[in-house]
């Protein structure tokens, strides 16, 4: 009996061990793999007539890279409508 016991508790920490390392490995994989992500404007509005600022044929102009700067600051008791 103490041996079936004691094959049955040594799968158990195996099992646990497995885990435990599959769990470290995802965390160290995802900490390392960071991809740098792109954003855009989203779904292009419906405007009218005479608003657009597409051409109407094509122009040699395009942007290459655009720097987005988020500056956040604390919240006042201004802010809270205070």
Same mark, same amino acid.
């Given at each position: ?15 646990? $061990? ?17 991809? !740098? ?17 597409? !051409?109407?044929? !094509? ?5 290459? $890279? ?8 604390? $919240?006042?008791? $201004?802010?809270?409508?205070?």
């Amino acid at each position: 009996m103490k041996e079936y016991l004691r094959q049955k508790t040594g799968w158990k920490v195996i099992g646990l $061990a497995l885990a435990f390392g599959l769990g470290l490995a995802c965390i160290l994989i995802s900490v390392v793999c960071v991809i !740098p992500s792109r954003a855009d404007v989203g779904v292009h509005p419906i405007l009218p007539d005479g608003s657009s600022l597409k !051409p109407d044929e !094509p122009t040699l102009v395009e942007m290459q $890279a655009e720097k987005v700067t988020i500056t956040v600051l604390k $919240a006042t008791e $201004a802010d809270n409508g205070g």
